[in-house]
C-alpha cells in the first residue's frame, strides 16, 4: 500500500504543476496587459502634454484678448459719454431756439397793430412811388397857348 502512496503523491505532484503552469500563462497573459497598458498610459502622457502646452497657449492668448477688449470697452465708454454731452448740448440748443421762438412770436403779437400800420404806410409809399414814375414831363414845347389875341402856336418837332 506504500506505493499508493507514492502515486498518490504524484498525482499531487502532477497537479501542483499544471496549478503552476495555468497560474504562470495567466500572469504571463497579465503582464502583457500590463505592458499594453503602460504603452498607453505612455501615449496618454504626451498627449496629455501637447494639450497642456495648447491649453497653456489658448489661456495666455485668451488674457491678451481679455486685456484688448477691456482696453476697447473703456475708449468706448468716452466715445459714449462724449456722445452723451452732444445730445445734452443739441437739446439746450433746440430749448434756447424754442425760448427765442416763443419771444419773437409774443413780440410779433405785441405789435400786430403797429405792424399793419408799416404795411399801409408802406402800401401807401408804393403807390405814390409808381405814379410819380408814371407822369408826365411837361416842356415848353409840348404847351399850346391860345389867347384872343394870340393865335394857336404848334410847335414843330
Request: charged letters at 20%; a neutral charge; proline letters at 1%.
Amino acid at each position: 500500500m506504500e506505493w499508493i502512496l507514492y502515486v498518490a503523491a504524484l498525482v499531487a505532484a502532477i497537479g501542483f504543476l499544471v496549478l503552476c503552469i495555468g497560474l504562470a500563462a495567466t500572469l504571463f497573459s497579465v503582464k502583457k496587459t500590463l505592458d499594453n497598458m503602460a504603452g498607453t498610459v505612455a501615449g496618454i502622457e504626451s498627449q496629455m502634454e501637447g494639450i497642456t502646452r495648447e491649453t497653456t497657449t489658448l489661456l495666455a492668448k485668451t488674457n491678451d484678448l481679455a486685456a484688448d477688449v477691456q482696453h476697447k470697452v473703456s475708449e468706448m465708454n468716452t466715445v459714449v459719454s462724449a456722445v452723451k454731452g452732444i445730445g445734452e448740448s443739441v437739446t439746450g440748443l433746440n430749448q434756447s431756439i424754442s425760448r427765442v421762438t416763443a419771444s419773437i412770436s409774443s413780440e410779433v403779437n405785441k405789435n400786430d397793430e403797429k405792424v399793419a400800420q408799416v404795411v399801409q404806410w408802406g402800401s401807401v409809399a408804393m403807390g405814390l412811388a409808381d405814379k410819380w414814375k408814371k407822369r408826365k414831363v411837361i416842356d415848353g414845347q409840348d404847351v399850346q397857348f391860345t389867347t384872343s389875341a394870340n393865335p394857336v402856336h404848334t410847335p414843330n418837332k
